[in-house]
């Protein structure tokens, strides 16, 4: 049975999993018989977006549908019937074992397919979902994650930390990141909370910057998050010396950064990306991009060999993001390679409430990175264009992602960008 692509465009305002437990939108759905095979593309539409991944088992059996696919550590589980001229049925979502979501999904045929076969053609319509799983149980930090660290970088003269909070960050120090800021506090680091718009005064005194998911207001997350003098600020501070840690996302959060990214040459892509090769085997999903010294995807630089070869970088795994460009004078750390694809949104909105939305665009990231480092006026920058692999968080089901996923350098490679961000590696 042919795979196809299923583009998954789900809101991200609470993290991944909680909203593919509790979301609804609209779905597109096309069906076509080859011959005794079925093959189809489907897309679920809703505010933001989410990664995309392979449709698997398509069977159409008269007039009823199943189809599944595995976005991140959720399957979702498809399964409907013609009733009149409507497609309806039930879809479930999964983690492992645990059923995490359920909700119902109704289409309506747009155009027909060739006369006699019942199910095939294009269809359109709407679904919700909600969550099934027990209050409270969403993925949260990993309470099992030992962030300490052995020999410590600073035993004194600490470097300050400002952990950006003023910008409709949904990563903070204290949340999702909390991992990540025990981990660099154990290592000798002072990490403080940043509540306010960026200046001279508001980074003075500061040696490292840390902005993870920056966004525009709740509504509008792809809106700039930071001001035209925010921007002008924190390029003019990092030339003259201080370090900047930007880490973002897929969209909406890569548009929400672009205009700060610009100030040092980077390029961010606003949609997602996935490969179909340089993935993590051992869950299934594209989505999931590996980095290995093994396949050439690391780049030579101080953060991927560390101080010695306890710290040396030889595999990294992230969780979709998107891709980013840096100037020539940069160096790739995440390379994606030739088989990496970004999918990006339409240039174009439907001309009518009637006509289906345009399809989202795929094209190669090769070429491309989802981290590269560069030293800019007396400053230093690090750019990652995906947030969960510096966290660690748990599912219910236990399915662990981020810093906490055994077999892979994640851990390492945060307290080496710290270090070298700090002046440690030189």
Known sequence: MKKTLLTLILSALGGWTATLAQTSGGIELTLIRNGALWKGDARIIAPGQQPSNVLRDLKVTRNQVTF????????????????????????EGFQGSTQISRGTWVVTRQKPGPRGEVLAGRWSGTFDLQTSSPPGAQPGSDPAFDAKVAHRAYLADSPNVLFDEAHENTDTSAGRYKPFSDLITGDGYRVVPNGQRFSQSTLKGHQVLVIVNAS????RRDAAAFTEAECDAVRDWVDAGGALLLITDHAPFSAAATALAKRFGVELTIGHTFDTLHYNK???DQTELLFSREDGLLGEHPITRGRDDTERINRIITFSGTSVKGPPESVLLLKLGSTAMDVLPPDRKPSSPDEPAPDHKTVSAAGRAQGLALEFGKGRVVILSEAAMLTAQVAPSGFRFG????????????????????????
């Open 68 to 91: 599944t696919t595995n976005v991140l550590a959720i399957e979702l589980r498809f399964r409907g019937k013609l009733t009149g001229d409507r497609l309806r049925g039930t879809v």
């Open 216 to 219: 525009g207001p709740r509504g």
């Open 282 to 284: 051992e869950s299934g």
């Open 403 to 426: 810093m906490n996923l055994s077999g892979n350098d994640n851990r390492q490679l945060a307290l080496n960008v710290m270090h070298w961000l700090s002046g440690l590696l030189k």
